[in-house]
């Protein structure tokens, strides 16, 4: 699964009600593609503005970080569930699943007269046994979770027997009987069921990660289950259908229905079941002889080879590259609305969200390929080989989040791919500075806990390491055997050791120990010293991260030295103490030392290089990330002339990144390099290939507020690229209001959400009351990511115009999302959007109050503004009275 990082204005939810990413982790597009400068210290990691990983990803709330960390045993199985056969149709209205389940079991080992399903939140309407053809009633207890199902007789591990279910299945019921089940773990999702949003499809769709197909089918809903299945699925004739495996047929019911059958002959988790229903666009494509299609809602079928067309490629690299074909029957694609993540690995037909769904025009500034190949890269680890518990989800995710940079690597080059790299160790990083576990886990409070940074990207730079230290050789050989050795099977960690070791001769339990089963990472100090009568220089590591007595690490690396007669030497050297010192010969002070060379340790590292020997490895040191690193450590030493001379250097890079960084880091204070600096910049806004670059330099001449350059922002505003358009825009709006407002109504109907978010926040500060059907329409179509930020502009845009009608109609759309949305996101987003229009009132009340002359001349003010108060408390107090997520709950009461 891909999680997002929502560090984009989810503004309250983000630091009050969540951890973690997505895990599976990407917000794409978040501050317009531009970072911030560089920490202090010097870092091998980016200090990047973009983040999915799987929202972030939200992984579990902090209010449960007080209950004890419990032992997270593999699921002990008592059944093998050999083949799961379903027919559903669905009662729109209601939200219900209307089920029968047929069921082919046997016990495990054991001989056994019981069978226990998991099954939440069902009406049970039959049970039997299916014997000779016909069904015998069988007794069972139920306590809304779980059946226990009471066999005829006892059977044995040698035989077989077959349980029918009838049921109706209440998925958006579950959480009245069950609140501690999150909105996101009901399994099936209802999308506008009643098709009462003309901006919005009707859909349906499943999500069954963690343990949540059991919300609308009875199985055992365990990783390490695994089983055939196959599905029949009635629907109203205007829609189609998806689901695992092959589609068999559809049967015409003479009824303005439809029945679907899908067929699946391969066994996996039950969580990897899926379903999706609603009007899309099938886009068809081949790999070899297996079927690859997109689906899409119909507006965007024009650009679904833009999209989605590498995927044949895709499966071409992974099977040639794991040695192992790609193992399913097919392999589809959907974009659904309003996903509860990134995306999902379902086996052979994979769900993503809605901002998945590009026109051309946006392809230009970013696209999703690290997500598609995620989840492509699941379909071997995942779905082939599953995690046999939670504890060890890094089998499945740490393999999918290094698949992106396999395949980035592959088509886009090395730069591309250890960029993409660099940001996994920055988002690792980030949630090491308040949460740090081992990557496999048995203690957590909740699986939820799992989803994290930890198991996504640590993990993908663990494998990076591993595969940098056993060589690439070895690397796939040992994934090829693990994957022959647990096919169709689950596996645990010790598996996948046992594969490498069995591969390479090598024991590597140090590897893994200290990787992957201990928590935190090495924080390196590194320090050099060149002893000109020895003729030699000292390299001394300090592994800072020991003074809290966190553990030592064994560390290979290399270390190049670049002598000052311009010969290169290299030297392999191991880290094992907490200061390792090394001496090498030089009779000059060499140019530059660079430690790890290959730049492959997980680390924080603080690099006490002189600014010359950065600018020397900016020159001379050959891989994208010295270049990048120096650029990054450069930037606290700026107030040195040379280090400006080198960032104008940088601007000219062969890569786009670096390019980019050296722009947003150049001075344009500095008198020797100002001149140079700006006509270079002028050039690239204009001209450079990507837009990325472009927008940077657009930012950076709009930080001098000059008129000058009024031309470059009209021409942004043109730019095929919508990230120039949205800086251009703010480049426009600090100079001139009335150009930027006419600008943004030339562009308020397109659906980009950057652009979007910036036309809210210029009609924030600019709109007149015929902008509010804007927000309502962006409130009604946007992504829930997007209507974030939209909701925080609307509220700004009502106490800016400070109108009644206004008002009325923004607290009406406001609090029918409070009480209506689906996702607690969007409803505490809009809650608190309340809550900040209440406390402007109040704030205006406190100031007229304490001012006596005011307060006696302003009465009618003051009387008009309790009653608005008075009126947005009643609105809050009916939210917060029909809200049931406890974890809302909670934090209301503090409102």
Same mark, same amino acid.
């Given at each position: 699964m891909y999680k997002l990082n929502v560090f984009h204005i989810a503004f309250w939810a983000l630091f009050i009600l969540s951890s973690c990413s997505g895990t599976k982790s990407v917000q794409k597009g978040e501050n317009n593609g531009i970072k911030p400068v560089p920490s202090t210290e010097t870092e091998v990691t980016e200090v990047s503005a973009v983040a999915e990983y799987h929202l972030p990803v939200f992984t579990h709330d902090h209010k449960g970080d007080d209950k004890e960390k419990e032992y997270r045993h593999s699921k002990k199985r008592e059944h093998d569930l050999i083949h799961t056969s379903l027919a559903v149709s @669905?009662?729109? %209205?209601?939200?219900?699943?209307?089920?029968?389940?047929?069921? +082919?079991?046997?016990? $495990?080992?054991?001989?056994?007269?019981?069978?226990?399903? #998991?099954?939440?939140?069902?009406?049970?309407?039959?049970?039997? /046994?299916?014997?000779?053809? &016909?069904?015998?009633?069988?007794?069972?207890?139920?306590? #809304?979770?779980?059946?226990?199902?009471?066999?005829?007789?006892?059977?044995?591990?040698?035989?077989q027997f077959e349980i029918f279910i009838k049921y109706t299945a209440k998925p958006n019921e579950i959480r009245d009987k069950f609140p501690e089940i !999150?909105?996101? %773990?009901?399994?099936? $999702? @209802?999308?506008?069921? +009643?098709?009462?949003?003309?901006?919005?499809?009707?859909q349906l769709w499943t999500q069954g990660e963690m343990e949540a197909s059991s919300c609308w089918f009875p199985t055992i809903d365990s990783p390490n289950e695994r089983t055939t299945q196959e599905i029949a699925i009635t629907i109203d004739d205007k829609y189609i259908s998806l689901s695992n495996g092959k589609f068999i047929k559809t049967t015409n019911n003479n009824n303005g229905t439809h029945t679907d059958y899908w067929k699946q002959e391969k066994g996996h988790a039950p969580y990897l079941f899926m379903m999706a229903v609603g009007e899309f666009a099938v886009v068809k494509d081949k790999w070899r002889d297996i079927e690859v299609n997109y689906y899409v809602e119909k507006e965007y079928e024009p650009y679904a080879r833009s999209i989605f067309g590498n995927t044949p490629e895709m499966l071409e690299y992974f099977s040639n590259l794991f040695n192992y074909d790609y193992p399913w029957e097919k392999y589809s694609q959907i974009v659904v609305r309003d996903f509860v993540a990134g995306a999902m690995e379902n086996t052979s037909a994979s769900i993503f969200y809605e901002d998945m769904h590009m026109t051309d025009a946006e392809l230009l500034d970013d696209d999703n390929e690290d997500i598609i190949a995620h989840e492509l890269a699941h379909h071997w680890f995942g779905d082939l080989v599953t995690c046999e518990s939670w504890a060890n989800l890094a089998l499945n995710e740490s393999f999918a989040t290094y698949s992106e940079y396999l395949w980035i690597a592959h088509k886009y080059g090395r730069d591309e791919a250890d960029y993409h790299l660099s940001k996994d160790l920055t988002a690792y990083l980030g949630e090491a500075n308040y949460k740090q576990e081992p990557i496999i886990r048995f203690h957590y409070r909740d699986k939820d806990e799992m989803f994290d940074r930890h198991s996504y990207q640590k993990g993908g730079r663990v494998l990076h390491m591993l595969r940098n230290y056993i060589g690439d050789d070895a690397f796939f050989v040992a994934l090829t055997n693990y994957l022959n050795d647990r096919e169709y099977n689950s596996a645990e960690i010790h598996d996948l050791r046992l594969a490498f070791e069995e591969t390479c001769g090598e024991d590597l339990n140090w590897f893994f120990n200290q990787w992957f089963m201990v928590p935190g990472h090495p924080? +390196?100090?590194?320090?050099?010293?060149?002893?000109?009568?020895?003729?030699?220089?000292?390299?001394?590591?300090?592994?800072?991260?020991?003074?809290k007595g966190n553990t030592l690490y064994r560390l290979p690396m290399a270390v190049d030295i670049y002598h000052a007669n311009g010969k290169k030497e290299r030297h392999h050297i191991v880290l094992e103490d907490t200061v390792s010192t090394f001496v090498f010969a030089a009779s000059q002070e060499p140019k530059l030392v660079n430690v790890d060379a290959d730049?492959?340790? /997980?680390?924080?590292? &603080?690099?006490?290089?002189?600014?010359?020997?950065?600018? %020397?490895?900016?020159?001379?040191?050959? /891989?994208?990330?010295?270049?990048?690193?120096?650029?990054?450590?450069?930037y606290k030493m700026q107030e040195d002339v040379e280090v400006q001379k080198v960032l104008l250097e940088a601007m000219r890079d062969s890569s786009w990144i670096i390019r980019r960084e050296a722009i947003s880091m150049i001075?344009?204070?500095?008198?020797? !390099?100002?001149?140079?600096?700006?006509? /270079?910049? &002028?050039?690239?806004?204009?001209?450079?290939? &990507?837009?990325?670059?472009?927008?940077?330099?657009?930012?950076?001449?709009?930080?001098?507020?000059n008129k000058a350059f009024l031309p470059i922002f009209e021409k942004g505003i043109q730019d095929p690229s919508f990230l120039v358009k949205n800086i251009s825009l703010l480049g426009l709006s600090d100079l001139d209001d009335a150009a930027t407002l006419k600008a943004a109504g030339q562009l308020d109907e397109e659906k980009n959400p950057t652009l979007i978010n910036r036309i809210a926040q210029i009609y924030a500060e600019l709109g007149t009351t015929k902008h509010q059907s804007f927000f309502e329409e962006q409130l009604g179509t946007q992504s829930r990511f997007s209507q974030y930020s939209i909701m925080e502009n609307y509220v700004e845009y009502m106490q800016r115009l400070d109108n009644p009608k206004v008002e009325k109609r923004g607290l009406e759309t406001l609090e029918r999302l409070a009480l209506e949305s689906n996702n607690r996101w969007l409803r505490l987003n809009a809650t608190k959007s309340i809550g900040m229009?209440?406390?402007?009132y109040n704030s205006r009340k406190k100031k007229l109050s304490l001012n006596t002359e005011l307060a006696s001349t302003n009465t009618n003010e003051l009387q008009e503004i309790d009653m608005r108060i008075s009126e947005l408390n009643e609105v809050l107090d009916h939210i917060k009275s029909n809200e049931i997520d406890e974890s809302l709950i909670e934090f209301y009461q503090g409102m």
């Open positions: @669905f009662d729109w %209205n209601k939200q219900y699943v209307l089920g029968e389940a047929n069921l +082919l079991l046997r016990p $495990f080992f054991y001989s056994t007269n019981t069978l226990v399903l #998991d099954a939440k939140g069902f009406d049970i309407h039959q049970v039997a /046994l299916i014997k000779d053809k &016909k069904r015998e009633e069988l007794e069972y207890t139920y306590d #809304d979770l779980k059946m226990t199902i009471q066999l005829d007789r006892i059977y044995s591990r040698e035989e !999150t909105e996101d %773990n009901i399994g099936l $999702f @209802f999308i506008d069921p +009643l098709d009462e949003n003309p901006l919005k499809p009707t924080e +390196l100090v590194i320090d050099y010293d060149f002893n000109k009568v020895k003729n030699s220089i000292r390299v001394s590591a300090y592994q800072k991260q020991t003074e730049k492959m340790v /997980l680390c924080r590292k &603080k690099d006490n290089k002189s600014v010359a020997a950065f600018i %020397n490895q900016y020159r001379l040191a050959p /891989l994208f990330l010295d270049r990048y690193e120096s650029i990054l450590s450069l001075r344009l204070d500095n008198e020797t !390099t100002k001149e140079e600096a700006i006509v /270079l910049l &002028k050039d690239i806004a204009k001209k450079d290939r &990507k837009s990325q670059v472009r927008a940077m330099a657009v930012t950076k001449l709009r930080g001098m507020r229009l209440r406390d402007s």
